[in-house]
């Protein structure tokens, strides 16, 4: 039911307005930590923008996929992995896309 709620409040937003972006990082080179990952400097500005509710900067979402233009397609919905139209349909009639 939280899930469900947190998808209606994301009603009319737009899927464009939606952005997934990967905290900036680099590997740990030091052997005993192979594998391990510590986040960039730039990182604090992240959770900094985050946090007062302020747009990213260009190079914090140079990278930023969104469900508009899932990755792998070349325009909007299009692509491998997108929703079918079946999907789009079930979901515009549940009131989760424009």
């Known amino acids: ?8 409040q994301f009603r009319g937003i737009g899927l464009d307005k939606i952005q997934f972006v ?11 930590y192979r594998g391990r990952i510590s986040w960039l400097p730039t990182a604090d500005e992240l959770w900094a923008k985050l946090a007062a509710d ?24 299009g692509g491998s992995g997108g929703p079918s139209d079946e999907d789009r349909d079930r979901a515009e009639a549940a009131g989760l896309c424009a």
Do not use: M
């Not at 039911?1 to 209606?8: Q, S, T």
């Not at 990967?22 to 005993?32: A, I, S």
């Not at 969104?66 to 909007?76: C, I, L, M, V």
């Open 54 to 77: 302020e747009p990213l900067t260009r190079r914090l979402t140079d990278e930023a996929i969104n469900a508009a233009k899932p990755p792998g397609s070349d325009k909007p919905g």
């Open 1 to 8: 039911a939280k899930i469900a709620d947190l998808g209606l």
């Open 22 to 32: 990967t905290v900036p990082f680099e590997y740990d080179q030091r052997e005993e």
